[in-house]
């Protein structure tokens, strides 16, 4: 039985099979309508989600199978108490796979040990989204063709943004990758990634303060959210986050097949006048994320569909 | 034998555990779990050594499968540990760093699962040999001593 704690669970040669599936689903959707039917999804949420938990239950769904849980600790038996461990001891009775999402890092590490069904991370605090990298490989490979012989632009919050770091490190498998890192000083990607995952594995980097400087040279342009509350004062907030608006103008810069990729919510580092854009795809993005959570589940269960 | 000289007999079979830093040697008898084995231990504390100035020793009496000693490794890659056997020191075992350390040192992120369930093993896993970098297997957060 496999589980999914880690985008990097899955071998290129696995990742490859599952989009593969994601793509079949996608253009052949009906012939999946059955493929999950009498199975339970367990959606285990213990903090709000809305795109993750919706996406990961609209998979569910799309396969023919049936959905149970809670959307919050608070309507769920942690408000009594109970760990983790007991409550996917439970769960396993109930339903044939689940997700969870826990504000504890490692918290879905912990119920794989216990689970007699397979577990989906549906992210754990700030440490792993892995159902986000698969949504944005797909994303990547769908649209352009390929994983490898991009140069990527990343931009905002490249040091807490977990769907950023779990990106780096699931792209650097792939054939003459390139990163141009472009965010504030106060928001560098790690040394850590720099060092431990770009340097060792000889990708080449440039590091940016600013957007435009980057926008020409890009295949794709990974926008991130700058939060406010990784600042110590209103003015350098203010500034940065005035730095990161997307807009028509700076679109200009970009090379016409750039596409724009964001993980959302966007709250104003995309202007909505960049949607109407062909090269904004952060909505396909998410219809991907379905297709993929789809494809997960059908191979975490060991489903096959001729 | 100089009168009032504190004397510890040989040992048939076990290990003698030399150069430990002074002061060191009842952590090392928690984590070699001695207190759960019936054997004979022997600790001798803030010995003179010319080396260390002051340094701790242990004779630990049992047949030399009982012990896992790859702990010491990671808590102090400088012990000594002779292995005796017919009251003879028939090896010194080199010290690695373990793969993993269970129970050892406890993840101090505070947003680690490790810190709300109960009964959960806190378990380090060695990433990095060379910089000598264990990470929380839960959380993935590196171990900092201090």
């Known amino acids: 039985m496999r589980h999914l704690m880690s985008p990097l669970d899955f071998s290129v040669e696995e990742l490859d099979q599952l989009m593969d599936l994601a793509n079949d689903i996608e253009a052949h959707p009906d012939k999946y309508a059955h493929a999950c039917d009498g199975k339970k999804l367990a959606s285990l949420f213990y903090e709000p989600s809305t795109r993750t938990r919706l996406s990961h239950e609209a998979a569910m769904i799309n396969l023919g199978g049936s959905v149970l849980g809670f959307s919050s600790a608070d309507s769920s038996s942690a408000a009594k108490g109970e760990s983790v461990s007991d409550t996917i001891r439970m769960v396993s009775c109930y339903a ?50 390929h994983l490898g012989n991009l140069t990527i632009g990343l931009c905002g919050d490249l040091k807490f943004g977990r769907t950023v770091h779990s990106l780096i490190h699931a792209l650097v498998r792939y054939e003459n990758v390139k990163f141009i890192l472009i965010s504030p000083e106060e928001l560098r990607l790690p040394s850590y990634i720099r060092q431990d995952v770009l340097e060792r594995n000889k990708v080449d980097y440039s590091e940016v303060v600013r957007l435009e400087d980057a926008l020409p040279d890009l295949d794709l342009l990974y926008m991130t959210r700058v939060q406010k509350e990784r600042f110590f004062n209103e003015d350098d907030y203010v500034r940065m986050k005035d730095f990161y608006i997307l807009d028509k103008k700076k679109m200009e810069l970009a090379p016409k097949d750039m596409m724009v990729l964001h993980p959302l919510p966007r709250v104003n580092e995309i202007s909505v006048e960049v949607d109407q854009d062909p090269r904004a795809k952060y909505f396909e993005q998410v219809q991907y994320g379905v297709y993929v959570r789809m494809a997960l589940i059908l191979t975490l269960l060991d489903i096959h569909i001729s | 034998m100089v009168k009032n000289t504190l004397n510890v007999g040989s040992i048939s079979e076990g290990f003698v555990l030399d150069h430990i830093q002074a002061g060191k040697s009842m952590e090392i008898y928690k984590h070699l ?75 101090k992120n505070p947003r680690c699962i490790t810190s709300i369930e109960q009964g959960l093993d806190h378990i380090f896993v060695l990433t990095d040999e060379e910089k000598q970098i264990y990470r929380c297997k839960y959380c993935e957060e590196k171990y900092q001593s201090k």
């Open chain 1, 96 to 145: 044939d796979i689940c997700a969870m999402r826990h504000p504890k890092e490692g918290a879905p590490m912990v119920a794989c040990k216990h689970s007699t069904i397979p577990v989906i991370n549906a992210g754990d605090g700030g440490h792993q989204h892995p159902t986000q990298t698969l949504t944005d490989l797909l994303t990547i490979r769908s649209l352009k063709g």
């Open chain 2, 33 to 107: 779990n001695l207190d759960k084995l019936d054997c004979c231990v022997a600790i001798i504390k803030n010995a003179r050594s010319n080396k260390m100035g002051k340094k701790d020793i242990m004779k630990i009496e049992c047949p030399i499968d009982f012990v896992d000693l790859d702990i010491l490794g990671f808590i102090d890659h400088n012990i000594t540990v002779n292995i005796i056997q017919d009251e003879k020191i028939v090896s010194k075992k080199e010290l690695h760093l373990p793969n993993e350390i269970t129970n050892v040192i406890k993840c």
